[in-house]
């Protein structure tokens, strides 16, 4: 199984950007598939996940209203839309496909990582 994060880049403040992530040897309608980002010298931390049976959608609460993730199985893609975008978002972001523990996917119980991409938002 491979996760391929894409979509990083440099941004300024209050711009968006959209990351993909596509998989090879699963697939993601079956999965509930997360983001995360970590930033230096942080942890790992949840963003967004979807869930396989219902497409239920689950947000940290610092990017509710402005993160939005969802499917493309036609393209077996999961995508974290980014908007209104803060200099502390900049880190590495992640997709990951694992559990669903409450409303979160937990880093210490995830499956398959992705690469990671870089994002910097400039003030």
């Known amino acids: 199984v491979q996760l391929q994060a894409s979509g990083g880049g440099l941004v300024q403040a209050g711009g968006s950007l959209r990351l993909s992530c596509a998989a090879s040897g699963l697939t993601f309608s079956s999965s509930n598939v997360a983001w995360f980002s970590q930033a230096p010298g942080k942890e790992r931390e949840f963003l967004a996940a979807v869930t396989w049976s219902s497409d239920r959608t689950y947000y940290a609460d610092s990017v509710k209203g402005r993160f939005t993730i969802s499917r493309d199985n036609a393209k077996n893609m999961v995508l974290l839309q980014m908007n209104s975008l803060k200099p502390e978002n900049t880190a590495v972001y992640y997709c990951?496909?694992?559990?669903?523990?409450?409303?979160?996917?937990?880093?210490?119980?995830?499956?398959?990582w992705g690469q990671g991409t870089q994002v910097t938002v400039s003030s």
């Open positions: 990951a496909v694992g559990p669903l523990v409450g409303e979160e996917v937990r880093a210490r119980t995830v499956r398959y």
